[in-house]
């Protein structure tokens, strides 16, 4: 006799997930704060597994999972599932990206709202005794502007339902395509223009070194005096300090948060969070019992057609599974993915366009993987939502990319060779890359200049007139900043002309030291990446 499937949860869910499993003739096993070697034990026995944030799933413990067939995460995040271990065991990992997008959406509205007509302090003020209408004066958001950093799925929701209140809206996302952004009634801008035109801004971007700081001392003072600031999507985002002293100038006239650089709070944050002009919530903006059952009935459906051996809809590593056994293909993943994270991280203005040119025997059977392998490294740089090679091509179609792919048989200088070409609203950049030897992936090219260095790490690129002497200078500043050289290939299109310089480092490049080498004399762009 057959015995029936059972799923493993063991965080908080909504009833409806027990009940919907029950009705699909599959055991829930129930089981809340155990021990990593209980863990083991209970899903050796689990054929699904269901979490939310507070269940981290190791390596260990898939591999001690010989039935686990699917692993179910409710809500977006899966960075506390361990993503290469369950795709070597060939183990479905599925999430609800789109539960709590209508939960957030509302909530920024709310502190909008609240910061707009100081609601939380009137109410303090009022349970005190306290009688005080002309302290609590506020102002209209009609005819005000928004500025929405990060157009996606949450910006998007944000930004309708502000236009339905009469205010004019703004938006800053380097892969959202004009077009898309014109038929959401939202003007896209550039960040700058952004800082400079809105009296509120909202942040909807994920947490990441190029997001990391984003409204700092320097942006802040480039923004409106008087500016309002919410934060409902990723501590760390805002530097804090920044932000309390731009309060206490009276630069920025209120800010509402809801998530912070460290949670909970320590008490270095209690002055900002009980600062006059701050509205501040526990991390709340997706806690509503509508968004906790929406992402409970969306993975337990996708578990139980996992299970049955159907079609899912929101896999996050099913191609990479596929992938997994075709072992000559995997440096290239690696490759294009590094190549699409390099570019994204050299382009200015506006991403619309993404082309991709495969020649050689390997990556022409496999372009259009690869392309999507591309794809996740571009979008990684900038999406709200976890990108893999799933999501990745209805990701770049929802921000109005144009996907190109081109292959060819062979080329000049390698026998196998991915080429990216990145346009954007201020002209184009290429990179390309092949793999050496026993698959070790190497930058060849950027734009004209040639060069050979790993694309992995921490990588300084820098073009420059070519003379004396210069190299010595980025080597010194390099060294007065504790950072080790470990890789360096210098490009030039011709004696005296310009040249390219990409240096690889053992440790991330401070804003500060690129800035100072971008003041040299004879630098004209410098770029930190990371790969």
Known sequence: MRTPMTVLITDNVDPLCMEMLEQAGITPNVQLKRSPEELKALAAEADGWIIRSGTTITADLIEAADRLKVIGRAGVGVDNVDLEAATRRGILVINAPDGNTISTAEHTCAMMMALARQIPQANASLRAGRWERKQFSGTELYEKTLGIVGVGK????????????????????????????????????????????????????????????????????????????????????????????????????????????????????????????????????????????????????????????????????????????????????????ALGRIGSQLIEGSLHRVTVRCAGDVPRRYTEVLSVAVLKGVLSRWASDPVNLINAPFLAREMGLAVEEQRGSTTDSYTNLIEVELGTSQGTRCVAGTIFGAGEPRLVQVDTYRLEIPPEGHLLFYQNIDRPGMLATVGRILAENNLNIAALSLGRTGRGSMALTVVGVDEPIPEAVRKRIAALDGVSSVYAVEV
């Open 154 to 337: 949450i910006g998007r929701a944000v930004g309708q339902r502000m236009q339905a209140f009469g205010m004019h809206v703004i938006g800053f996302d380097p892969v959202l395509a004009p077009d898309a952004a014109e038929r959401l009634g939202i003007e896209l801008v550039s960040l700058d223009e952004l800082f400079e035109r809105s009296d509120v801004i909202t942040l909807h971007t994920p947490l990441n070194d190029a997001t990391r700081g984003l409204l700092n001392r320097e942006t802040l003072a480039r923004c409106k005096p008087g500016v309002r600031i919410v934060n409902c999507a990723r501590g760390g985002i805002v530097d804090e300090e920044a932000l309390l002293e731009a309060l206490e100038s009276g630069h920025v006239g209120g800010a509402a948060l809801d998530v912070y650089s460290q949670e909970p709070p320590p008490e270095a944050l209690q002055r900002l969070i009980q600062h006059p002009k701050v509205v501040a919530t526990p991390h709340i903006a997706a806690s509503t019992a509508e968004a906790q059952q929406k992402v409970a009935v969306q993975i337990t459906e996708q578990v139980i057609l996992a299970l049955k051996g159907e079609p899912v809809s929101t896999p996050v590593n099913a191609m990479a599974i596929r992938m997994a056994a075709q072992r000559e293909v995997q440096p290239y993943l690696r490759l294009a993915d």
